[in-house]
């Protein structure tokens, strides 16, 4: 690679960045996990309201603008397959210790990374809300919303952020563990049953969890303590602090 050539010791973040690229170009699997954030959030949302949503209101659920992104709840475990499995590749078969012959500056390394890891699932993430939702509500005959209506840009924008954030979540918490498919095997069922479990024993609790939080925004009305705004926030918080966590244990622990 050209950053080979380079002082290893002061290689710039633009290299680091596009090595990192290079890493998830050449990845089979980490590429079919950004495809499969498209593909399944498209394709459950449509096949949905295809099906249903057109029969009488309120079909796919009590929110409207909500449902129009239904398949979130199912692109998100790609979402997390992603963000676990950009960084497991790095604790295996020495990877980390050649990594870091390259770039020793640990703290370069992992948020040229996570960068990485954020820029491309934000696109995919911006990308796959607004054909989410262009292409569901086709389907949905006179119950159908557009963009111009109320919430629905922000709800657009606010869902590939979640994404992006679920990503995120499972990255740094990989970094953690060092473990993408225990990081999977944990924060899949822990975003898909925690909530519903949590939030009919505690009350309103559930909704500060991440992806309760984070679907917030793409609510057309506020529900329990959280606005769209703040709730997206929450969710950031949850993915501020895994990040932090793999900062650390990257930063103190041996390749």
Do not use: C
Not at 13 to 33: A, D, F, Q
Not at 129 to 155: I, K, N, P
Not at 163 to 177: K, R
Not at 184 to 193: A, N
């Amino acid at each position: 690679m050209t950053t080979g050539a380079l002082p290893t010791g002061a290689l710039p973040t633009v290299p680091v960045l596009h090595s990192e690229w290079i890493k998830i170009r050449s990845n089979r699997s980490l590429l079919g996990s950004l495809v499969a954030v498209f593909v399944v959030t498209v394709g459950t949302t449509v096949l949905t309201a295809a099906t249903i949503g057109a029969a009488t209101e309120g079909a796919m659920g009590e929110d409207p603008l909500l449902t129009a992104f239904y398949g979130v709840n199912f692109g998100q475990i790609a979402a997390i397959a992603f963000g676990a499995t950009a960084l497991a590749g790095e604790f295996r078969d020495g990877a980390l210790r050649v990594s870091l012959t390259a770039v020793p500056n640990r703290t370069r390394f992992y948020l040229s990374k996570v960068a990485v890891v954020a820029g491309l699932s934000f696109l995919v993430g911006q990308v796959t809300g607004l054909v989410t939702f262009v292409a569901g509500q086709a389907f949905m005959g006179e119950h159908a919303l557009g963009l111009g209506d109320r919430g629905s840009l922000r709800a657009v924008f606010g869902s590939g952020v979640h994404l992006m954030l679920i990503a995120l979540l499972a990255a740094g918490l990989t970094a953690v563990v060092r473990s993408g498919t225990l990081v999977m095997s944990l924060l899949i069922p822990f975003i898909l049953i925690v909530p519903f479990v949590v939030g009919q024993v505690v009350g309103g609790a559930g909704q500060f969890l991440p992806d309760r939080a984070g679907q917030m925004v793409m609510r057309l009305e506020a529900q329990g303590a959280l606005g769209p705004w703040t709730g997206l926030g929450v969710a950031a918080l949850w993915s501020l602090a895994a990040l932090i966590a793999g900062w650390f244990a990257m930063r103190r622990r041996a390749a």
